[in-house]
């Protein structure tokens, strides 16, 4: 037996790069941050909820004499109104910072429930499989199919306009995506044998799919997550563009869009400057997602 | 082995069956087997022949919804598991039986630490502060001679070897310190000297608790160095069981014969190895008779038309074969 058990130490040395990678999160993945994406993100969250102290004047004053101004760095241009002002004269970069209020609370709020009862429909069919998943399946099917945008206009005008009705209606339209790509997750991790080892330990369906499955399929989740932030708030845009979203005076990026279409000849920034801030915050988090993807891999952290 | 410990799981004509969209499938039909403290079963057989079918129905943990325990008795201690509801299994699960499978790498859940894990399942054995079940855990590590504990329990599963991470379930699996162990092919994925480490720490915990062990494998080597007695399956059934030595001297079922045949040998240099003709019958649909019969080169019209009783034939040696000269239990 002594024999054996010297065999046994010898082949259990701790190896250095073991020891090395045990240690969670070294410094070098800082390095790795997607910066650019990152500060883009910071700066509209800081932006959108500091507005008031932020913003340099009122986002629903109109001041007609000061009409159609341009950027401060045109011929016409002065440093009051930096990004230049609309039809009514108001100041169109106080309007971008309160519009990102809108889109912000407007895409966390859509997140939160669309998402949440995605992952929970997602989790409870992948898990429990048989009729319960061809049924919700199938209800995720019929989701899927609808038109986002026909849909989102048909609950905007039968639920009256408001924040609301635009959270509502994207929330109904996005859970199904997550609780299918959810589903398919959990259809991989159920089939390892750690769930059937869990069982064999004792623990219930509730307890395996909230301790073991989940943590599983939430990077998976939140990869989602932030690659669906884009979306929904284009989504929003789209509707006030549309004329279905948030009702004026409040501003939104996507209803700036929509006024200044008429304007584009002339002047050009009112439809330019909230069209390149919906691309570049869209553009911000999904880069983060894509980045937040490889870092929640335990496999790609520490390579 | 000791004839005279107790016996802590005595499974009773069982059969468990899976309902399929394509029929019923008798994978278990009819088995019969009884494990004594520590002691060692191996149960051999090939693929698809309802070993791993046997280990899952004692856990009563048969792929849902398909599988059913249809009849006979699972008796742990002398209780019947097969009437018991589902949450006084729970209880049962882990503390009093247990299971290793086969492949490490899907084993462990890859987004918790090997110390997350073995704390998550100390939790739920114990009443403990969170520093005394990493302790505990920790104390488990080293019992299963993994070197530098401190510093795995703070290891992904990935970062750690085949052979390693198939320790740190073994860990897990004895953590609650359980009378029965059903290992099902536990060494099957791991290399042939981490197989032979890994089967000594088997045997060493064994002789520390006194476990009672359910050995699937289908490597007669691995057989021959771990268990005290074997049972051979076929078909859903056993068909010869009995005392590992005397069962390799002398096998008395032609399919063990030829099981045992089959094996290549260091002494003897063939051109080819025998094989056994044919292919397992589908577990739809059973022939009348011994299972056996179609592949068996001494099967007769009785054979093909009546199941063979289960006969001694030696020192609690048993086969199902109608050629075998019964002879009287001499104890």
């Given amino acids: ?46 932006v959108a909820v500091l507005a008031p102290l932020v913003a340099p004047h009122s ?58 009862v995605g992952l929970m429909v997602g989790i409870v069919s992948g898990y429990l499989g048989g009729r319960v998943d061809s049924f919700l399946m199938r209800v995720v099917d019929a989701t899927l199919t609808f038109p986002t945008i026909l849909i989102a206009l048909l609950l905007a005008v039968s639920l009256g306009q408001g924040l609301q009705t635009i959270a509502i209606a994207i929330t109904v339209l996005i859970w199904a995506r997550f609780a299918r790509v959810v589903r398919g997750e959990v259809l991989a991790v159920k089939a390892r044998d750690f769930v059937a080892l869990a069982r064999v330990h004792g623990c219930s369906h509730v307890r395996i799919m909230a301790v073991h499955i989940v943590p599983n399929v939430l990077n998976t989740f939140m990869v ?21 979203g948030i009702p004026p005076p409040t501003p939104s990026w996507g209803q700036m869009v929509a006024d200044g279409r008429s304007h ?20 911000a988090f999904n880069l983060f997602g894509d980045w937040l993807r490889d870092w929640l891999d335990p496999r790609l952290r520490q390579v | 082995m000791d004839i005279a410990a107790p016996i802590v799981l005595e499974v009773k004509d069982l059969h468990a069956y899976l309902y399929t969209r394509w029929g019923v499938v008798r994978a278990v039909d009819g088995v019969s087997f009884a494990l004594r403290e520590g002691e060692t079963l191996g149960l051999v057989g090939e693929s698809g022949c309802g070993k791993t079918m046997t280990g899952l129905s004692v856990l009563r943990l048969l792929p849902e919804p398909a599988g059913r325990i249809v009849q006979g008795q699972v008796l742990l201690e002398g209780e019947d598991l097969v009437t018991k509801s589902e949450a006084e299994m ?18 462990l859940n890859p987004v918790f630490t090997i110390g997350d894990q073995l704390v998550e399942a100390l939790r739920m054995l114990h009443v403990d502060g969170k520093p005394a079940l990493a302790h505990r855990a920790e104390e488990a590590l080293r019992r299963v001679k993994v070197a530098a504990p401190e510093q ?4 992904y599963p990935h970062q750690m070897s085949g052979g390693m991470k198939q320790r740190v379930v073994g860990a897990i699996a004895v953590a609650g310190e359980p009378r029965v162990l059903i290992a099902d092919e536990p060494t099957t994925a791991l290399d042939v000297t981490i197989q032979l480490q890994y089967l000594a720490l088997l045997k060493e915990m064994q002789a520390r608790t006194r476990l009672a062990m359910l050995f699937i494998t289908h490597d007669f080597g691995i057989v021959a160095r771990m268990c005290d007695r074997v049972a051979v399956m076929y078909a859903g059934r056993i068909v010869e069981s009995g005392p590992t030595r005397a069962l390799f001297r002398a096998p008395r079922h032609p399919y063990t014969e030829a099981l045992m045949a089959s094996v290549p040998r260091m002494e003897a240099s063939v051109e080819r190895l025998p094989s056994i003709e044919g292919q397992p019958p589908s577990l739809h649909d059973l022939p009348i008779g011994c299972r056996f019969a179609p592949r068996c080169r001494y099967a007769d019209d009785r054979c093909r038309h009546e199941y063979p009783p289960t006969l001694p034939v030696g020192v609690a040696h048993e086969a199902a074969c109608w050629r075998v000269e019964p002879s009287p239990p001499s104890r």
């Fill in chain 1, 1 to 46: 037996m002594a024999r054996v058990e010297e065999r046994i130490e010898v082949g259990m040395g701790p190896s250095p790069a073991a020891e090395a990678s045990a240690r969670p999160r070294s410094r070098g993945d800082l390095a790795r941050l997607p910066w650019v994406s990152f500060f883009i993100i910071v700066v509209m969250v800081l």
């Fill in chain 1, 59 to 116: 986002p629903t004053e109109q001041s007609l004499p000061d009409k159609l101004r341009p950027p401060a760095w045109l011929e016409g241009g002065s440093t009051k109104h930096l990004l230049g002002t609309d039809v009514l004269g108001r100041d169109v970069l106080s309007r971008l910072i309160y519009g990102a209020r809108v889109s912000l609370v407007v895409a966390a709020a859509a997140l939160l429930a669309g998402g949440g």
């Fill in chain 1, 224 to 244: 989602l997550l932030t690659l669906h932030i884009g979306f929904v708030i284009i989504v929003e845009a789209s509707l006030s563009f549309l004329g279905a």
């Fill in chain 1, 264 to 283: 584009i000849a002339s002047a050009w920034w009112l439809a330019v400057v909230p069209g390149a801030a919906i691309m570049l915050v869209v553009l």
């Fill in chain 2, 90 to 107: 729970r209880r049962v699960r882990g503390r009093r039986i247990s299971m290793i499978l086969q492949d490490p790498q899907t084993s």
């Fill in chain 2, 152 to 155: 795995r329990m703070r290891a």
